[in-house]
């Protein structure tokens, strides 16, 4: 069926989110802007200020005498499970009996007329517990013989012993990467409202509301069907609503239900941060075997990680470290090996990337090592090794490399940012400059996109159309601020052939869409893009069936023109075919499915295909440092990035664009930093500085790799955007790295640590001035 596309807002070409406007002028409403009935209550958490204890008892008898307190949840109060854990190991209460494992750890929550009054009055409960030892970091946990939070994993492909044993060329080293929190602008909040017999409603601020319709009935111990749960859209997430958010939203339900009133919790943000996990630490340990050329020849590697006292999502995030351990590069023999250990701190989650920037920097540790080691420029050492054809194609984890594009991308990304000239210029201004020095460097990504728990690789999504012939789209998808919405609405659009403006974009919410998986693993767009046009497609061919009946024509001579529809040869506006078509009973509405084809994954071997396509980018970045002090800046960053054919070339674009600052800041500004006591001290913007908008690059060119198409039948061929840019952001880490490296005339690899904070830098010149 041929099809004319002269519509507001088709896919494939640029248009502005649905909410920009509301976000902008603060008319969007979210979850703390929504009106609470009469009578409503406040909750706040009492939180732990040890960081390991056995518990023996909390004395709430002054909080319960506090103005204003209407009274006290502790685990005793729960009705259902005490256990809020995702992966259903049953390592995660609401609220702990026995043992504190990390400070700040919530241990009851105050319910109150005012959130002031539940806040003041949780600082005055008398917590009586035995302190124990604790471990902060997963070295010091594997020291003190702490546990795995889940089960390892191994990825293992050829001989590594043999091939390190016999290498021309040895590298073994450790590097730290530091974590960092999603400091989203709208922090983790709650509003539940009980109804009759066992419901519930709860509205949130979540990436996942059909975990959290789950969690919250298995903590009041009843079935799912009671429980719904509503999002209209988040002030960001990046992870951290995926599954953190589950202990809000059962304590706002308990509390609900116990007094029959509505009951809202909202941590400020100090609790939001020491209460709430983030990305994770990673300590790396490598050995690498590589010839004269640079071409790899063996990798060992092990990444243990800071996981907190609980799984949370640790596994799966430990998990896809390794398999973005290679990056764009092919490894002959490899072993990588994830040390998911437990510690005394709020169990780490996920984030933009979940785990895969942790392994993208390893495998970007290893091409700098043998670029100094071989003095060579990186960039030939990234060339060399990039996957290529046939028998340097396979993953560690045996997935064949088959979409490929790296070598073109990063050709014409060379070319347009004139890498190779400004190199040299560098280096000639590093011979006279004897206080700033400058670096540059070009780092590619290869991202898998899907979920690695291969059921998570379904979406549903629910469209009607009114017999006004406006347009009704329901998904599972969450929107928090990047876009999905708008995407998929195009989508449905394009699919009908009319304007954007006719359709209404409804709130996600669990009595429409059950089942859904997260918002996450930059899937959002791929599946309910796909399920929502399914949907259509119900209808469409229902309509079709219809008119060629009523008509008494062929199908064929049906077809869907802008706002119109043709009927053999009479043309009928849009909305009167469908008044028609209502007058006729036909059924318009329908429920879309849809599930990721081809992939597979055995955990046990290690082998399978986790990923069905693979995203690619590169990015450019020079930077200037003062040796002096350590401070630096970025002067240019020049990014090509494959989305394949994209829906919405300007939301993409956005999406490049802040995923690149997310991942500088990572790397540079953000650092996570524990006392010796285990209180988390950078608990505020005061103490934890995220990347300003004077940070950005001097100049900062970003551009799509327009020319790219997915192979693979995704959603009108386009390719997830929302996590593959943020390694983009390593470039200026490895552009820092050459600059330290030039006070030593680029001999020594300096082996920054993550976050590179001006402090890293200037130590690591130091070192390189003392051992020069």
């Not at 002028?25 to 929504?34: F, K, L, N, S, V």
């Not at 504190?100 to 241990?107: A, E, R, T, V």
């Not at 995220?690 to 001097?698: H, T």
Request: hydrophobic fraction near 40%; charge should be negative; include cysteine.
């Amino acid at each position: 069926m041929k099809q004319t596309v002269s519509i507001s807002g088709a896919a494939h070409t640029d248009r502005i989110h649905d909410s920009a406007i509301k976000h902008v002028t603060g008319e969007a409403d979210y979850t703390d802007d929504i009106p609470l009935p009469a009578g409503a209550l406040h909750a706040y958490l009492g939180v732990s200020d040890v960081a390991h204890a056995t518990l023996k008892g909390i004395d709430l008898s002054e909080v319960l005498k506090a103005p204003g307190v209407v009274g006290v949840l502790t685990a005793d109060d729960v009705p259902g499970i005490n256990d809020i854990s995702p992966t259903g190991l049953h390592d995660e209460p609401v609220f702990p009996t026995d043992a504190i494992q990390f400070h700040g750890q919530p241990l009851f929550a105050v319910v109150a007329e005012t959130r002031e009054a539940a806040r003041r009055a949780a600082e005055l409960a008398k917590v009586n517990y035995e302190v124990l030892p604790h471990a902060l970091d997963p070295v010091s946990a594997q020291n003190a013989g702490y546990p795995h939070v889940t089960a390892p994993l191994k990825l293992e492909r050829g001989d590594v012993e043999p091939a390190l044993d016999a290498a021309t060329n040895r590298i073994k080293g450790r590097m730290e990467v530091g974590g960092q929190d999603h400091m989203y602008l709208e922090g983790h909040i709650a509003a539940a409202i009980p109804g009759e017999d066992d419901d519930i409603v709860v509205h949130c601020s979540t990436q996942h509301p059909s975990e959290a319709q789950h969690m919250v009935a298995h903590v009041m111990g009843v079935p799912s069907n009671a429980v719904v749960v509503n999002v209209r859209r988040m002030g960001g997430g990046f992870g951290g609503k995926e599954s953190q958010m589950n202990l809000f939203c059962a304590v706002a339900a308990m509390a609900a239900k116990k007094w029959n009133r509505a009951v809202k919790i909202r941590p400020d943000r100090d609790q939001d941060m020491t209460a709430t996990g983030k990305r994770h630490d990673f300590v790396i340990d490598y050995d690498v075997a590589f010839d004269d050329a640079g071409r790899i020849q063996a990798v060992d590697g092990i990444f243990a990680a800071r996981c907190g006292f609980s799984a949370d999502l640790s596994g799966p995030v430990t998990d896809r470290a390794l398999f973005h351990a290679d990056n764009a590069y092919f490894y002959p023999n490899v072993r990588l090996n994830s040390r998911p250990m437990k510690t005394n701190t709020v169990s780490n989650t996920a984030f933009r990337g979940f785990g895969g920037p942790q392994g993208v920097i390893a495998a970007e540790r290893i091409i700098e090592e043998i670029a100094y080691a071989t003095g060579q420029d990186p960039l030939d050492v990234r060339k060399a090794n990039f996957y290529g054809g046939k028998g340097r194609d396979v993953t560690p984890y045996h997935q064949e490399v088959e979409d490929n594009i790296l070598d073109r991308l990063v050709e014409e990304l060379e070319e347009t940012s004139a890498y190779r000239k400004r190199r040299e210029e560098i280096i000639a201004y590093n011979k006279t400059s004897p206080v700033l020095k400058k670096g540059i460097a070009l780092t590619p990504v290869k991202f898998g996109i899907s979920f690695t728990a291969t059921w998570y690789n379904q979406a549903g999504a629910l469209v009607h159309v009114y017999n006004d012939g406006s347009i009704h789209l329901n998904h599972g998808g969450t929107e928090m601020g990047q876009g999905l919405n708008t995407k998929v609405a195009q989508v449905v659009a394009e699919a009908f052939q009319v304007d954007f403006e006719r359709i209404k974009i409804t709130k996600t919410t669990t009595e429409k869409v059950p089942n859904t998986s997260a918002t996450a693993a930059s899937s959002g767009t791929d599946l309910n893009g796909m399920a929502a046009l399914n949907a259509v497609e119900q209808i469409k061919e229902r309509l079709v069936a219809f008119a060629a009946e009523k008509w008494d024509i062929d199908a064929n001579d049906v077809e869907f023109l802008p706002n119109q529809v043709r009927v053999g040869n009479e043309v009928l506006p849009f909305d009167t075919f469908i008044k028609e078509a209502y007058m006729a009973r036909v059924q318009l509405s329908a429920a879309g499915f849809y599930k990721t084809p081809k992939i597979h994954w055995d955990r046990t071997k290690g082998q399978g295909r986790p990923f069905y396509y693979f995203a690619y980018g590169a990015a450019c970045s020079e930077v200037t440092i003062d040796t002096l002090t350590g401070e630096y800046r970025i002067e240019r960053t020049d990014i090509l990035h494959d989305v394949g054919h994209s829906l919405n070339p300007v939301l993409d674009k956005g999406q490049v664009e802040g995923a690149f600052i997310q991942g500088m800041g990572w790397l540079t500004t953000e650092e996570l930093w524990w006392d010796d006591a285990g209180r988390l001290r950078t608990h505020a913007p005061s103490t934890y500085k995220i990347p300003l908008a004077s940070d950005r690059p001097r100049e900062f060119n970003v551009k799509l790799a327009d020319w790219s198409e997915n192979r693979e039948l995704t959603i009108k061929r386009s390719k997830a955007v929302g996590e593959p840019p943020f390694m983009l952001g390593i470039s200026v880490f490895e552009a820092l790295s050459m600059a330290v490296a030039s006070v030593a005339d680029y001999q020594t690899c300096p082996r920054l640590e993550a976050p590179a904070t001006p402090e890293r830098v200037l130590m690591a010149v130091s070192r390189l001035k003392v051992e020069g």
